[in-house]
């Protein structure tokens, strides 16, 4: 049976999340439009990184529908994966962006044009005021998927913080210089923030071990159960880097009974769920039994 409130906070969750992809929507427009007509790169970098934060929001939101939906024929594993195309999708549209800005900031480094300071003060208060606004709405979230878009807010809002100082500085001592020299260090700042995301990716595309589940910890507290001999054919992967799955043979005593096999069963899956691995497959072996799979060698 369904928790209703859970639920609820799920249907909230959902609704901050429409409610903060809106407004950021909105004002990346904003943002697009007020730094071709400032003539401030600063204001379409942080605007290029704001389209980014919409596509993940939007992304968030598809991929929370179909994690909902159960695993059939063709994904017997569930669409979890879906969620890192999108983030792929997502790191490649920024990249492109970032290195773009970074090009056309170089071109203005000799010649800084004067940008427009009080349209980039008053777009940096604005952006403060978006940006602080979804932070608050999405960081009580209990869903880690927003809470990883509140953190994307927050980048943005400390951004913005900067940028208003910085608009103040060059409106009042004419340091133009500074809007391309901001434009870079933001962008190279957000290449360095996706290529860490998309390196997670891929270590989780090759089925690598998560790094926040020690492997030998949990062989080692599986080896002190009572009943167990052996462990072997271990293996360990992760769906989207929070659902993880784990496989291993179990070498028993012999002439244990059908209960005291069970028990094992449930203490072992009870031992992976404690190490943050919700799915547990288990294959039970006897002393002196046959291995059937290929490199099954105990560890």
Known sequence: MNDPHQHHHHH???KNLKLALALNLAFALIELVGGV???????????????????????????????????????SYGYRRFSLVGAWINGLILA??????IQ?????????????????????????????????????????????????????????MVLLPLSLVMQVWGLYFLDPLFSVLF??????????NL??????????????????AVKSQILDLDGIKGVHD????????QN????????????????????????????ALAGGIKHATLELEIVGEDCEQENCVPR
């Open 96 to 101: 492109a962006g970032s290195v773009w800005i």
């Open 12 to 14: 909230q969750d959902n």
């Open 37 to 75: 007509l400032t003539g401030s790169l600063a204001i379409l970098s942080d605007a290029m990184h704001d389209a980014g934060d919409c596509l993940s929001l939007g992304l968030g939101l598809f991929m929370e529908k179909k994690a909902n939906q159960t695993s059939d024929a063709q994904y």
């Open 234 to 241: 271990l293996h360990l992967w992760s769906l989207d880097g």
């Open 199 to 216: 390196k997670g990716t891929v270590h989780i595309f090759l089925q690598s071990s998560p790094v926040e589940v020690d492997l030998e």
């Open 104 to 160: 056309e900031a170089f071109s203005r480094f000799n010649n800084p044009p004067a940008p427009n300071g009080p349209g980039m003060v008053g777009l940096a208060i604005l952006g403060i005021f978006v940006n602080g606004w979804g932070f608050l709405k999405l960081r009580r979230s209990n869903s880690l998927n927003q809470k990883m878009v509140a953190l994307h807010l927050l980048e943005d809002l400390a951004g913005w």
């Open 187 to 196: 962008s190279l700042f957000l290449l360095f923030q996706v290529f860490k």
């Open 244 to 271: 993880h799955v784990f496989t291993c043979h179990l070498v028993t005593a012999p002439g244990l009974s059908e209960a005291s096999r069970h028990q094992i069963k449930t203490q072992v899956k009870a031992l």
